[in-house]
């Protein structure tokens, strides 16, 4: 057996079975698109359906942060209350798609090229610390219930500058950087390296979409930053642009997620 990856992970096996060479990959496996042809049952997670619904929360998820970011710089009929209110019903997407991708990966068994472990329970977590796609959807869920806290103190926000940076700035700050982690940690289970250039595999197209979005987001986040006294127009519509581009960074990896729902599951004998 053949095991390759990003040191100390391994995130593709190439083996021999009955005289046919097998190369299993991390993110298919945990996705549920290459299953043993032993398999009996398909558990709900890794249905076709499952990543279809997944791909689209992240998609609606990512039209609300598109749009709210939009009315934040331009002329706009909504107050800054229901802009925010706008961008938490958005992260509410995010943090549910979040969710449903990590129990994936908390239950997608050994990448071995025959049929699951039987499980008697439900992993809701799990705790995989050397998966990396675990540690990327980990990273990104917890990412998204920062950006839960982010918009949702940014209805009513205090009056006080250093507390605005506590309640709205700090939360997207390390929301962004948790995704940023888990935007490369994806990169690195599709490409099976630290670095790879496969622009024409799809998984590769939507980690890299994605890792692009984590990018600009960062970027966002670190200009939001709440000063003690007034700040340059400049600043805040930089903030809002990066914000934006990083949504639509996410919702191509999500709309590329949806066609990737559809692909049928490679049978291993």
Known sequence: MDARGPRPFITMRCLLRDGHRIVLRARQHRKGLQRSARQKGIPFWHRPAYNWWNGLLFAVGSLHFIVASLLS??????????????????????????????????????????????????????????????????????????????????????????????????????????????????FMEAG????????????????TANLLGCIFFMGAGILAYIPRGPEPAWIATSANVLLCLGAVGFLAGALLMMRESRQAATLIP
Do not use: C
């Not at 992993?123 to 796609?133: F, H, N, Q, Y």
């Not at 940076?165 to 700090?170: C, G, M, P, S």
């Not at 099976?192 to 980690?207: E, F, R």
């Open 73 to 186: 710089v331009v002329d706009s009929p909504l107050t800054i209350r229901e802009i925010a209110l706008v961008f938490f019903a958005g992260s509410i997407f995010f943090t549910t798609a979040g969710f449903m991708q990590n129990l994936q990966a908390a239950n997608a068994g050994e990448m071995t090229g025959g049929p699951p472990e039987t499980r008697t329970r439900l992993r809701l977590i799990g705790w995989k610390p050397s998966d990396v796609g675990w540690l990327s959807t980990i990273t990104q869920f917890a990412g998204t219930v920062m950006f839960n806290f982010n918009p949702f103190d940014a209805i009513d926000p205090p009056a006080q500058w250093y507390l605005a940076d506590l309640t709205i700035w700090l939360p997207g700050l390390v929301g962004s950087v948790l995704f940023l982690v888990s935007g490369y940690l994806a």
């Open 192 to 207: 099976h390296g630290w670095w790879s250039w496969k622009p024409a595999d799809l998984d590769w197209q939507i980690v």
